[in-house]
């Protein structure tokens, strides 16, 4: 009995491997990039434009360039900001949670001005609880979900950068 149970998770261990890899998954990998270089115009001192600058920079496919006339395609980025929005009320009238919104506008266009991506504007938001007891706490958690929306904004658009139709 011992012995069939040992054999059937050997067995198990070899199938998972081979039905994941049949199925078609696999990790995403480096972007691939039409262009071969890239500018970044804009939130120069901003922590989402030192993420952005710092994701590129690590870009195997891509190099970012300091002249916008050495550059490809010029990433511009237009518009960028946080915003905090009261979501819910307690019978007191205390808020309850907020809401935390991030915009970043942002196009795509060549060192001459032909656009490779109209302005495009990309939203994300994260809902948090709120309690006046903890004041501290929910600050710094605030500050973590701020951080994790840019994350996930420059994976955004450096997906958007790899799908770009240059034509």
């Given at each position: 009995m011992i012995l069939n149970m040992r054999w059937m998770k050997f067995?198990?261990?070899l199938i998972v491997p081979v039905l994941i890899a049949a199925c078609g998954f696999h990790l995403r990998g480096a972007?691939?990039?039409p262009f071969k270089t890239?500018?970044?115009v804009?939130?120069?001192a901003t922590p989402f434009g030192a993420a952005l600058r710092r994701n590129l920079k690590e870009q195997e496919n891509a190099r970012l360039v300091d002249s916008e006339a050495d550059a490809d395609v010029v990433l511009q980025l237009i518009a960028e900001r946080p915003e905090k929005v009261i979501l819910s009320l307690t019978v007191q009238g205390l808020v309850?949670?907020?809401t935390l919104n991030s915009y970043l506008t942002f196009q795509v266009?060549?060192?001459y001005g032909k656009i490779y991506l109209a302005p495009t504007t990309i939203v994300l938001h994260r809902?948090?609880?709120y309690n006046e007891n903890v004041v501290l706490s929910k600050a710094a958690e605030e500050t973590m979900l701020y951080k994790d929306m840019q994350g996930d904004m420059v994976q955004q658009v450096v997906r958007r950068l790899s799908v770009l139709n240059m034509e």
């Amino acid at each position: 009995m011992i012995l069939n149970m040992r054999w059937m998770k050997f067995g198990m261990m070899l199938i998972v491997p081979v039905l994941i890899a049949a199925c078609g998954f696999h990790l995403r990998g480096a972007s691939e990039f039409p262009f071969k270089t890239i500018y970044v115009v804009g939130s120069e001192a901003t922590p989402f434009g030192a993420a952005l600058r710092r994701n590129l920079k690590e870009q195997e496919n891509a190099r970012l360039v300091d002249s916008e006339a050495d550059a490809d395609v010029v990433l511009q980025l237009i518009a960028e900001r946080p915003e905090k929005v009261i979501l819910s009320l307690t019978v007191q009238g205390l808020v309850r949670e907020y809401t935390l919104n991030s915009y970043l506008t942002f196009q795509v266009r060549n060192a001459y001005g032909k656009i490779y991506l109209a302005p495009t504007t990309i939203v994300l938001h994260r809902t948090i609880s709120y309690n006046e007891n903890v004041v501290l706490s929910k600050a710094a958690e605030e500050t973590m979900l701020y951080k994790d929306m840019q994350g996930d904004m420059v994976q955004q658009v450096v997906r958007r950068l790899s799908v770009l139709n240059m034509e």
